[in-house]
C-alpha cells in the first residue's frame, strides 16, 4: 500500500489495496486490531493521514469541476468552519483508498489505548475537521450578497431545475460515509478524558465543526455521530463551562431534540442534563432563545416515545432546579407549563419510566425550596397546583417533602389551604400505611402529617380544615392508632405548642413522632371542633 501511494496515489491498485485492507480489520476482534496499530499502525499513521488529506484546487479547476455539472452554473465557494467547501478541496488519492482509509481509522480509534496518541498526531483531527466541512453538491449555496442572489435565482429560472445524475448521487453517498466515518472517529476519540479538553478547547475549529454538523448536516447519520461527540465532551468538567458559552452549540441542541432519530435527542438531551450540572450554565440554558431549550425538553419529556430520551430531559430538569441561580428559577418558573408538565410525568400511572418520574418529582421539589407566596404569587399558585397533580405519585417522597417545606413559609400556609385539592391531597397521603416498620409510604405519611400540623397553627385556615372530611379522617385514624411516645421530650415542642420538624427517613421511632403531630394539629382544631 505505502509503495503503490507513493508511486501512483490516484491508480485503481492503491484503492483495491486499501479496500481489502479494511475487510481484514472489519472482521478482526478489537484486541486484535489493538495488537495491529502497535506493531504496524503507529507506523502506517502517517501515511493513513496523508491519504485522506484533501488537497487545495487551483481557481481553475474549481471552475472546471462545476461546469462539469452544468455549463450554465457559476462556480461558488462558501467558507466553513475549519476549511472549505468540496468546490475547493478534491482527494489526493483514489477515492475508494480514501474511503477505506476512514474506515480503517475508524476501527482504530476503537481501541483505549489508542485513542490519546490518535488524537494527538499532528494534524490528524484537522483532517477529521475538514472531512466533516465537505460540502454536498447541492449545498453549495451562493453568497449572501443581494445582487448575486437575485441573478442566481434568474438562472434558476431559465435552467429549471438541475436533476442529479446517478454520478452526483453516488457522490453524495461517499460524502455522506466520510461523513460519518469522521465523525464517528472523533465520537470514539473524545471517549478518553485526555482529548476532551484538548478537542473540545485547545483545537481551533474542531467544536465549531461539529456544532456546524449538528445544525446544518442533512444526513441524519452524521448529526446523530455529532450529538454524540458533544455529549462525550460536555461530560468533562472542565468543559462544561466552556461549551455552555456557545449559543450556536445550545441552538444545535435544540435542534437536535427535535430530531426524527430517537439516539440523536437521547444524545442532545444527555449533552443537556451534564452541561445543567454546573450552576453558571443554568441560567444561560433557561433563558436561551426566550426559552427555546426548556420548551424542547418539555416537550421530550411529555410527548417523546424514547424512555432514554425522556430520562435524559428529566434529569436536565432536576439538575437545573438544583443547581438553580434567582435567574434559572424564574425562568422555569414562568415557562408556561413546564411545573405542570412535571407533574403530569410524575403522575402518569400508564407510564413505567420511574426514572422520568424521579427526577421530575425531584425537580419540584428543588422549586418549592424556593418559590414562595410573597415574592412569587402566580409562580406559586401554579406549584402548589402541580404538587396537587403530582401527589398522585407515591413511588417517592419527593411531593411529599416539597409539601412539607412549603409549610415550613408561614406566607404560604393560607395559600396552600386554599389551593383546590390540596387538603384532599394532605389527607390521601396522611392516610398511607404499611406494614414495614419505616419504608416510602411511612415517610410520605409523616411529611404529610407535619404539613397539616403547621397549617393548622393559622387561625384562619382552622375552620376549613375542621370542616374537610379527608383532613379529620385522617388525623383521628392516626389519633386512635396505639403508639408509645414515652420517647418525645419537652424540647420537640415549641413555644406554641407546634411541633419542631425532627423527621427522619428510617428513624424507628418514626410512627411515635406521626402520632404526636396528629394530637398537636387535633389541638389547634379543637375550638373549631
Known amino acids: 500500500l505505502a509503495y503503490a501511494f507513493t508511486v501512483s496515489p490516484m491508480d485503481d491498485e492503491v484503492g483495491i489495496i486499501a479496500a481489502a485492507l479494511e475487510v481484514i480489520y472489519r472482521g478482526a476482534s478489537r ?16 501515511m493513513l493521514v496523508d491519504m485522506v488529506t484533501m488537497k487545495k484546487m487551483t481557481p481553475a479547476n474549481v471552475g472546471e469541476v462545476l461546469l462539469e455539472k452544468d455549463d450554465r452554473l457559476p462556480a461558488i465557494q462558501e467558507r466553513v468552519p475549519g476549511g472549505y467547501s468540496n468546490g475547493d478541496y478534491e482527494d489526493s488519492c483514489h477515492s475508494t483508498a480514501v474511503s477505506k482509509t476512514l474506515k480503517i481509522l475508524r476501527y482504530y480509534s476503537r481501541i483505549l489505548t489508542v485513542m490519546v496518541p490518535m488524537a494527538h498526531y499532528p494534524g490528524f483531527l484537522d483532517k477529521m475537521v475538514s472531512r466533516l466541512n465537505t460540502k454536498w453538491l447541492d449545498n453549495l449555496e451562493e453568497k449572501d450578497d443581494d445582487e448575486e442572489s437575485n441573478a442566481t435565482s434568474e438562472l434558476s429560472d431559465d435552467m429549471g431545475e438541475i436533476n442529479k445524475t446517478d454520478a452526483d448521487r453516488a457522490r453524495d453517498l461517499i460524502t455522506e460515509s466520510r461523513k460519518v466515518d469522521a465523525c464517528a472517529i472523533l465520537v470514539n476519540l473524545a471517549c478518553a478524558e485526555q482529548n476532551k479538553v484538548y478537542m473540545a478547547q485547545e483545537h481551533k475549529n474542531l467544536l465549531d465543526a461539529v456544532i ?10 452524521a448529526r446523530e455521530h455529532a450529538s454524540m461527540v458533544i455529549m462525550n465532551l460536555a461530560y468533562s468538567n472542565e468543559n462544561k463551562l466552556h461549551m455552555a458559552k456557545k449559543d450556536m452549540l445550545l441552538a444545535a441542541l435544540v435542534i437536535l431534540m427535535k430530531d426524527d432519530s430517537p439516539y440523536t435527542r437521547r444524545y442532545a438531551s444527555a449533552s443537556l442534563f451534564t452541561l445543567a450540572c454546573v450552576v453558571a450554565n443554568t441560567s444561560r440554558i433557561a433563558s436561551h432563545n426566550d426559552g427555546a431549550i426548556l420548551e424542547a425538553l418539555r416537550q421530550v419529556l411529555i410527548n417523546d ?4 430520551a425522556r430520562t435524559n430531559a428529566a434529569e436536565a430538569f432536576f439538575n437545573m432546579g438544583r443547581n438553580n441561580t434567582d435567574e434559572t428559577l424564574q425562568k422555569m418558573a414562568q415557562h408556561p407549563m413546564l411545573m405542570y408538565t412535571l407533574a403530569l410525568a410524575v403522575a402518569d ?10 427526577f421530575s418529582a425531584l425537580c419540584l421539589e428543588w422549586m418549592a425550596t424556593d418559590i414562595h407566596h410573597d415574592k412569587m404569587v402566580a409562580c406559586h399558585d401554579e406549584l402548589l397546583r402541580s404538587l396537587v397533580k403530582a401527589s398522585e405519585y407515591t413511588g417517592s417522597t419527593s411531593i411529599a417533602e416539597a409539601f412539607k417545606t412549603q409549610s415550613t413559609q408561614l406566607e404560604n400556609r393560607m395559600p396552600m389551604v386554599n389551593c383546590s385539592g390540596l387538603l384532599t391531597a394532605l389527607s390521601r397521603m396522611a392516610l398511607l400505611f404499611s406494614d414495614e416498620a419505616v419504608d416510602t409510604n411511612d415517610n410520605i405519611r409523616a411529611c404529610a402529617v407535619l404539613a397539616i400540623e403547621r397549617l393548622s397553627t393559622v387561625e384562619e385556615a382552622r375552620p376549613i380544615m375542621s370542616h374537610h372530611e379527608g383532613i379529620m379522617t385522617a388525623l383521628t385514624r392516626a389519633n386512635f392508632k396505639k403508639f408509645s411516645t414515652s420517647h418525645i421530650s419537652p424540647k420537640d415542642l415549641g413555644e406554641d405548642g407546634q411541633y419542631i420538624d425532627n423527621i427522619n427517613e ?16 387535633l389541638k389547634n382544631l379543637a375550638d373549631i371542633l
Do not use: R, W
Not at 484486541?31 to 502517517?46: D, N, Q
Not at 456546524?212 to 447519520?221: D, G, L, N, R, V
Not at 400511572?349 to 424521579?358: G, I, L
Not at 428510617?506 to 394539629?521: F, I, M, R, Y
Open 305 to 308: 416515545p424514547s424512555q432514554d
Open 31 to 46: 484486541e486484535e486490531i489493538g495488537k495491529s496499530y502497535f506493531e504496524i499502525g503507529s507506523t502506517m499513521l502517517p
Open 349 to 358: 400511572v400508564e407510564d413505567n419510566n420511574e426514572d422520568a418520574k424521579t
Open 212 to 221: 456546524h454538523c449538528a445544525y446544518y448536516e442533512k444526513s441524519s447519520q
Open 506 to 521: 428510617g428513624d424507628s421511632e418514626l410512627e411515635e413522632q406521626v402520632h404526636l403531630l396528629t394530637k398537636v394539629a
